[in-house]
């Protein structure tokens, strides 16, 4: 089988790097290359960094609305191409084929809700201390930004970091994850074809430390966007010097089950939150925290339906989980069963792989864990949940907490001050009552708290990539000191 060679994407041209080094990128469920790219490094950035640097001042003076016009054209493309997509993610990612789809619909939804921000793009007017002056703000781009994505959501979090870069006006140097740099290219393609001007947005593909590194290091680069592992965040937070970063990192998320709550709901919700995209979403639920009245019911309903749970390739319909991401996810996974062993859990089920080819590991649960060993502390990014029993509100509420990270949470329960106490004391980014951890929609903010770092993606993200400027417009004719000053 030919495999075919991508290019990066620089100055509105598709071209080669100068290493003349390529990589593959895999199907996690047969293992098979899919195709080979570019190994680039920073000669290649220096290249984007230019065209980004020639292209800027154009793109700053188009009009919002006229840079709207083209994310317009963006959203009706990639609804276009929504199936062919969520195929090819299918094939390179691993996530089962609704899952793909609904990554790429994120994508849409955001193309289309930045698209209307053109028309916003709000500042503010407020009064001034002195008559007969003005005081406003306006949002001006941050100039070029690095946008450096995972692999876990491949369409859409580029989009959520593409589509408000563009609508603030800024031009962009895009590295993708070495796991899933096809869909990323294939996102950049539809771009080109709306006709968005060359420079604009340049893809470079290639390792975090050649690629990813001169990117964060960049004296012209002015503002980062990262999505990815704690780890490279605190690299990137230690060496990226005075640039505007915006860091959403990893986590280890919980759903509490109260005595109270409707324990079919809160199953269908651990479920799909502990076990939904193979357990590698940055709000997958990895712990379940569940009151001692209920626990061994929720235990055996959850093992019971876990068991039940069908591995395989993500294109099959009857599939319910996918494939790991690479062999270096399998191998965490291992280790981390190992580890939740030493630490004295009950592995009640999983705790292991799949013969044959492909990165599956089945659907892995703990009980007996204690809060604060490595398997209810660390993210694992895999299949495998920790069961934690609990004697009331605060103890979950203390239990759940007790993190150094903080991006997703969630309640079951039917009282309203357990839920009113979870709204208000959870130290968490976003807090469920009665749903799973996972099903962020893209017009409300997204981000955590503690050590998943800093800022908030999706609609609320104009704050990342614009700085909102002060204007003072002073018509009196004289010279007017504010603070009273004659
Ligand atoms: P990762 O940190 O290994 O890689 C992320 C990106 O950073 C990749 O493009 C990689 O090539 C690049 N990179 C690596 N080293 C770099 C360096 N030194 N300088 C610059 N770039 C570098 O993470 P991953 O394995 O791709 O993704 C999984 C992680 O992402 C998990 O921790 C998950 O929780 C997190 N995540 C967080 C969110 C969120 O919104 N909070 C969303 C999705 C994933």
């Known amino acids: 089988m030919k495999i075919k060679t991508y290019k990066n994407y620089i100055d509105g041209k598709w071209i080669s790097s100068k290493t003349n080094k390529t990589f593959f990128s895999l199907?996690?469920?047969?293992?098979?290359?899919?195709?080979?790219?570019?190994?680039?490094?920073d000669n290649d950035i220096e290249l984007a960094v230019s065209a980004a640097e020639e292209s800027f001042p154009l793109w700053?003076?188009?009009p919002a609305p006229k840079r709207a016009e083209f994310l317009f054209k963006i959203r009706d493309l990639l609804i276009q191409e929504k199936d062919r997509l969520a195929k090819l993610e299918v094939k390179e990612m691993g996530k089962v084929y609704k899952e793909a789809a609904g990554d790429v619909q994120?994508?849409?939804?955001?193309?289309?809700?930045m698209a209307g921000e053109g028309r916003r793009l709000f500042g503010r007017t407020t009064p001034s201390e002195l008559k007969n002056k003005f005081n406003a703000t306006i949002r001006i781009p941050i100039g070029i930004v690095g946008l450096i994505s995972p692999w876990n959501f491949p369409i859409a979090i580029p989009s959520w970091k593409i589509a408000p870069a563009l609508i603030c006006g800024n031009t962009i140097i895009f590295k993708p994850s070495s796991d899933t740099p096809l869909c990323a290219i294939e996102l950049v393609k539809i771009i080109e074809k709306s006709g968005l001007p060359k420079g604009v947005l340049n893809l470079v593909t290639g390792s975090g430390s050649k690629v990813g590194n001169p990117i964060i290091k960049h004296p012209k680069i002015n503002g980062l966007s990262f999505t990815g592992s704690r780890e490279t965040g605190k690299f990137i937070r230690e060496n990226a010097g005075l640039k505007k970063v915006n860091l959403e990192l990893g986590s280890k998320n919980a759903i509490i089950v109260m005595e109270d709550s409707n324990l079919k709901l809160a199953l269908e919700g651990a479920l799909w939150g502990a076990f939904g995209t193979t357990g590698q979403r940055c709000t997958a639920a990895s712990r379940i925290i569940i009151h001692e009245k209920v626990f061994n019911k929720f235990e055996s309903m959850f093992v019971n339906s876990a068991k039940k749970l069908k591995l395989g390739?993500?294109?099959?319909?009857?599939?319910?989980?996918?494939?790991?991401?690479?062999?270096?996810?399998?191998?965490?996974?291992?280790?981390?069963?190992?580890?939740?062993?030493?630490?004295?859990?009950?592995?009640?089920?999983?705790?292991?792989?799949?013969?044959?080819?492909?990165?599956?590991?089945?659907?892995?649960i703990f009980t007996n864990v204690r809060?604060?060993?490595r398997l209810a502390q660390e993210e694992i990014f895999g299949p495998i949940v920790a069961l934690i029993k609990i004697k009331n509100i605060d103890e979950a509420i203390k239990v759940?907490?007790?993190?150094?990270?903080?991006?997703s949470s969630a309640i079951y329960t039917g009282n309203m001050q357990y839920a009113f106490r979870a709204i208000n004391e959870l130290e968490f980014g976003i807090t469920y009552v009665n749903s799973s951890t996972i099903g962020a929609e893209i017009h409300l903010p997204f981000g955590g708290t503690k050590d998943t770092g800093w800022g908030k993606e999706a609609g609320w993200s104009l704050d990342e990539f614009s700085e909102e400027k002060t204007v003072y417009i002073d018509f009196s004719r004289k010279l007017q000191k504010a603070q009273g000053v004659e």
Do not use: H, M
């Open 106 to 113: 994120e994508a849409i939804d955001i193309f289309e809700y």
């Open 371 to 373: 809060p604060n060993s």
């Open 313 to 364: 390739n993500g294109l099959s319909k009857t599939t319910d989980v996918g494939p790991l991401i690479n062999k270096a996810a399998l191998e965490k996974s291992y280790k981390y069963v190992d580890i939740g062993k030493q630490e004295g859990a009950k592995l009640l089920c999983g705790g292991e792989g799949v013969k044959g080819k492909g990165f599956f590991f089945k659907p892995t």
């Open 400 to 407: 759940c907490n007790g993190i150094k990270y903080g991006l």
């Open 60 to 62: 700053r003076d188009t």
């Open 27 to 41: 199907n996690p469920a047969t293992e098979q290359p899919i195709a080979r790219f570019q190994d680039s490094d």
